[in-house]
């Protein structure tokens, strides 16, 4: 069973910094196309950030030069780094996992960014 459980998610002031964790269990996380996405009050879900299992990256335009993906492949982590934060950031954010034809979704995490 696949499953990907983000964290770090919170309340922070515009300007400010979170960093989303996500951890992977069940799949070859190694040869997956890791991402995260997120889906704003009202809003559908969007593309934020996505990594290939080779390394190569792709951002959201609204996101390039603040937000940063990585992943550990020793650790089945992949991580997204947010700086200066927006209060259109304001979003639950998910982690994506596809490895051949499959997808999966974690939970999500709630990002707030409010004063």
């Known amino acids: 069973q696949v499953t990907l459980v983000e964290s770090g998610g919170g309340l922070v002031q515009p300007g400010g910094s979170l960093r989303l964790s996500c951890a992977a269990s069940g799949l070859i996380f190694s040869s997956s196309i890791m991402g995260w996405y997120r889906q704003g009050p009202g809003k559908e879900r969007e593309s934020v950030a996505l990594?290939?299992?080779?390394?190569?990256?792709n951002y959201a335009d609204s996101v390039k030069g603040r937000f940063a993906i990585s992943r550990d492949n020793t650790k089945n982590m992949v991580y997204l780094q947010m700086n200066s934060l927006k209060p259109e950031d304001t979003a639950v954010y998910y982690c994506?996992?596809?490895?051949?034809?499959?997808?999966?979704w974690g939970q999500g995490t709630q990002v707030t960014v409010s004063s």
């Open positions: 994506r996992a596809v490895w051949n034809v499959n997808i999966a």
């Open positions: 990594i290939t299992s080779s390394g190569s990256i």
